[in-house]
């Protein structure tokens, strides 16, 4: 049973509100930092897990400071473009970067993410995401997004293990 | 002396800050609102004010939801550019626009722009630049903005004169 409740913890990301503009995700990857840095940064593997079995391009991915990136998914509902900037970028450990829908051109939240080197082969991520507005903020959190997140990291859990 | 105390009044923008991630800029100029519209618009007119005096390069100007900007500034202190995104296109009295300068990435701010025909021929500009922090809107405040946006202001009150 144990084993079932650690693989549960596992499997969905932690969210909560800590300020009134602010969403926090909390996940634990079962894999050593370096390689969740890779899977998330690569744009050979993003495609892997980032659309959650839906078609994937990466149109740009420019890893650095000032560097933009655009993602567009082909769902089944439709092609949705994401796209942004690149703040900072400190591998293996924060990335700080611009978030951007198309359906909501010009509504931009700020993603503060963290990989935590847990020492057991572990890591902690932790992201941030700061809106310019509460109203902002409840309707991404109404979105669905919460659902979708769970099931990108399960893939990208699954990209990880292939890694190992 | 009422002649150049109203002169001096159009001359210089009012700056405000009603909230704390918050810049309020109003400023009247002596041309009807399509004009103003036009010359805040139009990619030949740009550049005859934006950069006041320095060669500006529109790299990209779609001026509709969801379309793209990219202004690049060539001045005797080196190259800017500044780009973003529109989220409201409503002429000739709104748009609301994302901005971003190269030189601090991924920190957005928020312009909301409307044009007031005043009735008499003159057109009030009222731009609201909502931040994420109120430590960027400071720092926007400290880097001379207000002095720049001036002299752009005064050189489009040049261009709106020509256009007449």
Redesign the interface.
């Known amino acids: 049973m144990t084993t079932i409740t650690e693989q549960e913890t596992m499997a969905k990301a932690k969210v909560t509100t800590p300020a009134d503009r602010e969403i926090r995700i909390e996940r634990i990857f079962n894999a050593p930092r370096e390689r969740v840095w890779e899977a998330m940064t690569d744009p050979e593997l993003i495609p892997e897990w980032w659309g959650r079995g839906n078609k994937l391009v990466i149109e740009k991915l420019e890893v650095k400071?000032?560097?933009h990136w655009r993602y567009v998914e082909h769902g089944p509902e439709g092609v949705n473009g994401f796209e942004?900037?690149?703040?900072?970028v400190t591998p293996p450990e924060r990335v700080?970067?611009?978030f951007?829908w198309?359906g909501m051109?010009?509504?931009?939240l700020?993603n503060t993410t963290t990989l935590e080197d847990l020492g057991d082969g572990r890591t902690k991520l932790v992201t941030t995401s700061?809106f310019?507005?509460g109203m902002e903020r409840d309707g991404f959190l109404q979105s669905g997004m919460e659902g979708g997140m769970n099931q990108s990291y399960e893939a990208l859990d699954r990209v990880l293990a292939k890694m190992g």
């Open positions: 400071r000032g560097g942004g900037r690149f703040r900072e700080v970067q611009t951007e198309d051109p010009g509504h931009v700020i700061l310019h507005t």
